[in-house]
Each structure stands twice: as structure tokens, then as C-alpha cells.
């Protein structure tokens, strides 16, 4: 059969059940031990169903992958036995003595009923399978031999060879670990009938946006390399290997090496980490009972202690059948409770550990229907278990003045009582105030978090109205409420003398005080020649919205991500569409806004007399605050771009720029350097870094795969991101965008009965996944806010060391 024949019947040829029975004599073989002794050998077949001589390919990896064997350490060595002849796979007493199996074949129905039913046998023994390139053209008809390969190729995958990027995002496999992260290489590229993502593991991608895929393109997620347990064995395949010359590469060789030293049980592996239904999520807590919030307040954030507790805020929001006040002529006006909820492992149960009266039920006003305040942010001390601290971030409703729109923002320390599992609002300090307007809504920011110095992070939001400029940069000097301007973030984010739009750094003293911790953006002493000042504790200015951040203590680099303004386009008068954001942030730095957003993507300046008309772009390396609602410095630092950038058209956008720097703006010559990312309704929501704890025993734990990767989400799983990344170290501090990304959503279910709208999610001490999900409101509570746990299952590496096998020359 011609190999043309062979890839038009993986969609048209008969069932694998109409294929004849296997005799039952033929598989047979052991079960109780796995093939091959320690004297390790490898079978290479290379069987095709079309006629011809021995392709230069089949000669050249028989070549490679015999150097292989005889190379490298004593203990890691094996020897090959290649081979055209598909009876060895009847004949169980001989296969047997093979530690592994290597397809390189052309494909097509190279094995009949019977030997077909020994190579099932011999996987059932525990024998090992690599498979190369058109490995997954073989056996077309038969559903074990796609499961065994894990994908199908489709008819229509470009014939040429290609120069591509290889996304290694496995940096732990034998076959993947000493790669590039970026492998720039040529091969032949196959497009998958079905991408086997979460069925198997996937240990490296092709990025489609560096060659032609064609018309049957599997997008952004486009595995290459893969492995998993299959039918009681290993089994490892790579698309790659589809040219001569790649038998040449060192790279693709180690790629080789690392495979046949799993499968023959050389070495361990894990092939499970990214195959979702070695995960379980499970829904922590139950609906409230009705009138009552004894489960789960309008969810905010989570933070675990060190014995496992949950403890997670409500932001002020009560359920739908309480009255909102809405009258600013009312003292209740926007009165919420700020509720702290904690979950104990160990019982399953529920408590209300406290409530702060808060300013963040809706509220009212001339241009106020809703309230971002409240209770926005919680951490334990890192001495907790000593102390008992927990900080609090909140508006409390006593300091609202009616009369002005004006409230009073603070972090308080209070002290959690063990022995009756509650927080003792009495023992409240309060570290920092500052004011806020409440006047319009919104952007109050909320998330804090430690390094490993000690000093707490607070992310606060830029306190400015979405609205009066069209979508686009938030810089409107004209609305204000009695003096205080509303819809200009440069009075508040663009602002060096001002605490919202920032993530502020200090370090909590005992006394409930706090110092300034040296590297921050400001001394507090600087002035210019408008006489501006600034404010020490500011890490971090730029940025709009920032709900979650996270401090990786075992670099103390810091993640945060915030959401953008409303445009749903690009203007070339204005600027930018909506952009929401994720950073990586390695040391002070401003963030861009309202100057610039994205990878430094300027805004168009507004200013009295006229805020309709346009003025001069904004400089991003040298930019000014030249707005009448300003009282800091008017020359900014520089601004650092971001790593991560999203509008409703797609992930990553860039415009071509001018002499000047000045993107185009114009949609149709976008290109989107993010195409994992889709938009639309958005809203970015950070999240952690996972750090695999090696001495710890957790069953629950995930594996270490995940080790280093920063997993960044939005509140909205359509199609948002819910995904983990990895960075170049190199290039993450000055806005490099991600080196590779994965979806979790397979992991961290999704839809109307999963976890729809993330909210906060985090890892605990036993290494499984806390993820809070808002609901399916706004500003209240409902039946689906709820707290979950997500915990792996798939058990260790593989083989087990008993069954590790040692090479032999």
C-alpha cells in the first residue's frame, strides 16, 4: 500500500474491530516481570508496507540510534538489533528479550492480526515503545496501535521540510531536559487528526508562527513529542525525525538518547504530569444556607496556613436577597460585611472567623451603581504560626465621608485566636492609610503577599472611572467630585505621590509600624522642578487594576497582573485596545499607565482646554506627568514593558512603528506574538509559581514538572487563559514574553459546573491547588461561589526502581 493509500484510510478505512480476532496463544507472554534483562537491547524495526529498497532515513536513524547505544555511560549503554522482519513480534520468547521496541518506519498495515496481538502482549509485559516520525502512519486501522502512538497524522501535513521552534516545555524528561527551551530546527511537521494533549504528556511543542502549517494547522498547542504509560509498558513518541539530516543534530540525538533510556527502564520518568485525568477537583464548600454567608462571603482572596487551613475573604457583597442602600443621605450607604472564612483539612468544616464592617455593598451616586471596595486582601505573617497575625487589606465604612465621596483605604494587623477559630477585631493596628475616592467607581486593586525577606507587598488599583475617555488611556482631567478628580489616573497610577495604581512594599515591624525597605522605586525625599514629591513605599507605579499579585520566595521576583480599559479596538488617534497584563517583575519599575500599556504602546495625550482633541503621543522612555490633577514628580522613571498583553482580538498584539517609535494602530497590521491568548470579555487574574517541595510526602501534591511555572488566568473561562508558562530568565525582567505556555484547563475545570469565574488560586503546603470561584454575579454571593481543592493522582515516575534494568556494553 502506497503511504498516500495509508493516510487517506486513518479516515476512511474500516474499524478496528472488523479486524480478525488475535489468537489468544500468542499473548502469552510474562506479566510477571518486564522484558529484557540487565543485558539491555533495543529491537529497531523498520518494516514498510510500501515496495522499494532501504530508504536513506531507515539507514541513517539505524545508524544514529546504534551509536547511541554504544555511547554514554557504562551503566546506560544497550545494544540494537534492527530488523525488517515483522514475525519477531510472534515469536514472545525472542521479543521478550528486548527492553524496548523502535518503530522507524514508513507506515502503512506493516503488522498482521497476529503480530499486531505479540507487540500488545509485549507492551502488556511491561516492554517499552518508541515511536519516530511516521511511526504514527503504522497499523492504521487498529485503535490500540493510536493509542500506543497517542496521535494520527493528518492527510494534509505540508510535505516539506521547514525550518521551526520547538517549544520544549519539559525540562525534566531525559529526551527534553538538556534542550534548548527554544529549538530552532528543520524537519517535516505533522499536523495531528486529533491533538492528544491531556491524553498524553506532552514534553515538547512546534510554534505554528514559524512555519507554514497548512490548511489543517492545530493551532498555538501543537504537540511534537509525547509520552505516557500504555497497557502496562512505556511508550514514547516524536514527530520529529522526518528528514536525514536530523539523524546529524546533536539535539535530536540527546532527543533519542533520553527517549530510549526511559522505555528500555534505564532510567525514570514522569509521563503523567499534564495527562488530566490523573487530577481530581473537588468543590471544598457547600452553598450558604439561605440569609446567611456560614460557607463563603462575595469570594476575594485566599491565602493557606502552614498546617493547611484555608483562609479566604469575602469582599463585602451580600447575596441578592439583601437590601442594597444606595441614598448618600443614608449612614448605610454601601455598608457590607468583610467576611473571613476558614477551612480546616482536617475536619472538612467551615468557620466565620470574622466580619469587618466595610464599605463595599453597591452603592450610589451621580455616576456610581456599583462598589470595588471592601474587604480586597488577606495574608497570614510569616510567623503565624507564633503570632497569629493576619493583615487585612479593606475600607472600613467608618471612615466614609458622605459629603465629600471620600473614604480612608488601610492595612491593619489583627490577631487570630486559636482557641476559639476567631479573628479578634480589637487587636487591630493599623500599618498604613491612605485616602480613595468612592465617588465613581472603581479599581481597587486588593491582592498582598511576603518575600523572603519579610517585607509585604500591597496591590493597589488606580481608584479612577473606566469612563469620559472613550476606552482608551484613563487620563480625562475634567470630571471630578468636589475638587477630586475621578477619571484621570495620572492623579493616582501616573502619580508619585500617591498610593492607588501602585504595589507598594513595606516591612511590618512588631509594633505594629513599618519601615522602608531599601530598593524601592522612591526614597520619599525626591523633588523636580515642579517641586513634586514622592512616596517610599512605592515598588511598583503604572498599573490599573491589579487584583492578584505573588512574590516566588525562592527568588523573590515578583508576578502580578491587572485589567485594562474598555476599548474593544485600536484607534490610531488614541492608542491601544484594552490590553490586560501580566508581569514579571524583577526589580522597582513603572508599569506604563495611563501612558502606555503592553510592550510599551503609547497613549495619546488629552489636556485642557478640550479633552476631545488629541495632543502629542506619550514618550514611554521619558515619560511626563503633566496632568493639573498631579502633585508628585512630572518626569517618571522609564516605563518597562510587559510580559504579557491582551486585547479582544487576540494575544500579544503589535503594530508597526514609525520613526518615532509610534505603533501604527491599525488592526489589520497587527500581528499577535501571543496566540495562545484570545480575548474579549477579560479580566486578568494572576496567579502563583509553583515550587515542588522534593522532601516533602504529600499524595496530593503536583509533580515537579510544574516546578517554575507561573500560572497566569482571568476571571472568565471562555476562552481566556487559564495557563501555566515558562519564562526566559534572561529576558522575563525587561518585558520577554513567555518561552512556552500550556492550558489548564483540562486541570482546572472550566464551565457552568467547574470553575468558571477564577477569582484566586493558590498552592498549599501539600502542593495541591486552592482556586476560588466568584460565582454567577456581580457584587454578591450565589450558589456556585465556592472554594475548591485540585490534587494529583497520578502517582510517581516510572518504571518502579525495582524494575530499573542496568546497561551493559
Not at 3 to 25: C, E, F, M, Q
Not at 425 to 432: A, C, I, N, Q
Not at 433 to 455: F, L, T
Not at 682 to 690: I, T
Amino acid at each position: 500500500m502506497t503511504a498516500g493509500a495509508v493516510a487517506a484510510g486513518l479516515l476512511s478505512g474500516p474499524a478496528a474491530s472488523a479486524r480478525p480476532a488475535p489468537d489468544p496463544s500468542l499473548t502469552t507472554m510474562s506479566i510477571t516481570s518486564p522484558p529484557g534483562g540487565s543485558n539491555v537491547r533495543v529491537l529497531l524495526f523498520h518494516g514498510s508496507a510500501a515496495p522499494g529498497g532501504e530508504s536513506p532515513l531507515v539507514n541513517a536513524g539505524i545508524q544514529t540510534i546504534e551509536q547511541i547505544g554504544l555511547s554514554g555511560p557504562v551503566d546506560r549503554r544497550f545494544r540494537v538489533e534492527a530488523t525488517d522482519d515483522a514475525s519477531v513480534f510472534t515469536d514472545d520468547r525472542k521479543l521478550s528479550r528486548y527492553n524496548a521496541v523502535v518503530f522507524l518506519t514508513g507506515g502503512g498495515d506493516v503488522l498482521d492480526p497476529d503480530q499486531e496481538a505479540g507487540l500488545e502482549a509485549y507492551m502488556e509485559a511491561g516492554g517499552g515503545f518508541v515511536g519516530i516520525h511516521d511511526a504514527a502512519r503504522a497499523e492504521p486501522y487498529s485503535d490500540w496501535f493510536t493509542g500506543l502512538v497517542g496521535a494520527r497524522p493528518a492527510t494534509s501535513s505540508p510535505a516539506e521540510v521547514q525550518r521551526a521552534t520547538v517549544e520544549v516545555g519539559d525540562r525534566l524528561h531525559p529526551a527534553t531536559k538538556d534542550l534548548p527551551v527554544q529549538w530552532k530546527r528543520p524537519d517535516k511537521w505533522l499536523n495531528w487528526v486529533k491533538n492528544p494533549s491531556g491524553e498524553v504528556h506532552t514534553v515538547a511543542r512546534v510554534r505554528e508562527s514559524t512555519y507554514r502549517p497548512g490548511a489543517s494547522a492545530n493551532g498555538w498547542d501543537h504537540p511534537v513529542s509525547w509520552c505516557r504509560d500504555y497497557d502496562g509498558g512505556r511508550s514514547f513518541y516524536t514527530g520529529m525525525g522526518g528528514t536525514v539530516s536530523s539523524y546529524d543534530e546533536t539535539d535530536f540525538r540527546e532527543h533519542l538518547r533520553g527517549a530510549l533510556l526511559w522505555t528500555t527502564r534505564l532510567v525514570q520518568a514522569d509521563c503523567k504530569a499534564t495527562i488530566s485525568g490523573n487530577y481530581k477537583a473537588e468543590r471544598l464548600t457547600q452553598p450558604n444556607q439561605p440569609g446567611r454567608s456560614d460557607q463563603i462571603g462575595e469570594p476575594h482572596g485566599l491565602v493557606t496556613a502552614p498546617d493547611g487551613r484555608v483562609f479566604y475573604i469575602g469582599r463585602g457583597g451580600a447575596d441578592a436577597s439583601q437590601p442594597v442602600v444606595t441614598d448618600w443621605n443614608d449612614p448605610d450607604i454601601g455598608k457590607g460585611r468583610g467576611q473571613i472564612h476558614v477551612y480546616d483539612p482536617r475536619t472538612k468544616k467551615v468557620t466565620l472567623a470574622g466580619e469587618l464592617t466595610v464599605f463595599g455593598n453597591k452603592g450610589g451616586g451621580e455616576e456610581l451603581v456599583k462598589v470595588e471596595e471592601g474587604l480586597l486582601g488577606i495574608e497570614l505573617d510569616p510567623r503565624f504560626e507564633e503570632n497569629g497575625w493576619v493583615y487585612l487589606h479593606y475600607t472600613p465604612h467608618s471612615r466614609i465621608n458622605r459629603d465629600t465621596h471620600m473614604a480612608e483605604r488601610r492595612v491593619s494587623r489583627f490577631t487570630f485566636d486559636e482557641a476559639t477559630g476567631k479573628l479578634d477585631l480589637d487587636s487591630e493596628k493599623v500599618l498604613l492609610h491612605w485616602p480613595v475616592q468612592i465617588h465613581s467607581c472603581c479599581h481597587a486593586g486588593g491582592g498582598m503577599a511576603w518575600d523572603s525577606r519579610g517585607n509585604l507587598y500591597i496591590a493597589t488599583g488606580d481608584n479612577n472611572s473606566s469612563g469620559f475617555s472613550g476606552g482608551y488611556s484613563g487620563n480625562n482631567p475634567q470630571p471630578n467630585f468636589k475638587g477630586v478628580s475621578f477619571a484621570d489616573a495620572r492623579r493616582t497610577a501616573g502619580n508619585t505621590n500617591n498610593l492607588n495604581g501602585k504595589i507598594l512594599r513595606i516591612h511590618p515591624e512588631p509594633d505594629g509600624t513599618y519601615t522602608i525597605p531599601e530598593g524601592n522605586l522612591f526614597t520619599g525625599k525626591e523633588t523636580d522642578e515642579g517641586g513634586g514629591k514622592t512616596r517610599g513605599e512605592i515598588y511598583v507605579m503604572g498599573v490599573r487594576n491589579p487584583a492578584r499579585i505573588f512574590v516566588d520566595k525562592s527568588t523573590d521576583i515578583l508576578y502580578a497582573g491587572w485589567v485594562g480599559p474598555d476599548a474593544s479596538s485600536p484607534s490610531p488617534t488614541w492608542g491601544p485596545a484594552k490590553y490586560d497584563q501580566f508581569a514579571v517583575i524583577t526589580k522597582a519599575s513603572n508599569r506604563g499607565w495611563p501612558y502606555c500599556m503592553g510592550n510599551k504602546q503609547p497613549y495619546r495625550d488629552r489636556n485642557l482646554p478640550d479633552p476631545s482633541q488629541p495632543l502629542g503621543w506619550y514618550d514611554c522612555d521619558r515619560p511626563k506627568n503633566e496632568s493639573p490633577n498631579n502633585d508628585g514628580l512630572v518626569n517618571l522613571p522609564p516605563v518597562t514593558g510587559n510580559n504579557i498583553w491582551y486585547a479582544p482580538d487576540g494575544g500579544g498584539p503589535d503594530f508597526p512603528r514609525d520613526a518615532d517609535g509610534v505603533p501604527s494602530y491599525r488592526q489589520v497590521e497587527a500581528t499577535y506574538r501571543l496566540p495562545w491568548l484570545k480575548g474579549g470579555g477579560q479580566a486578568a487574574m494572576n496567579g502563583p509559581v509553583y515550587r515542588y517541595d522534593a522532601a516533602g510526602d504529600s499524595a496530593a501534591r503536583w509533580p515537579e514538572y510544574w516546578d517554575g511555572k507561573w500560572f497566569v488566568g482571568d476571571f472568565y473561562d471562555a476562552d481566556q487563559p487559564r495557563n501555566a508558562v515558562l519564562m526566559d530568565p534572561k529576558t522575563q525582567g525587561d518585558g520577554g514574553v513567555p518561552v512556552h505556555s500550556e492550558s489548564l484547563k483540562k486541570i482546572v475545570p472550566v464551565g457552568n459546573d467547574g470553575i468558571r469565574n477564577l477569582m484566586d488560586w493558590k498552592f498549599g503546603p501539600d502542593g495541591a491547588l486552592y482556586v476560588l470561584d466568584y460565582g454567577r454575579g456581580f457584587f454578591t454571593s450565589d450558589s456556585k461561589s465556592a472554594l475548591w481543592r485540585v490534587t494529583y493522582t497520578g502517582g510517581g515516575p516510572t518504571p518502579s526502581a525495582d524494575l530499573l534494568a542496568r546497561g551493559t556494553r
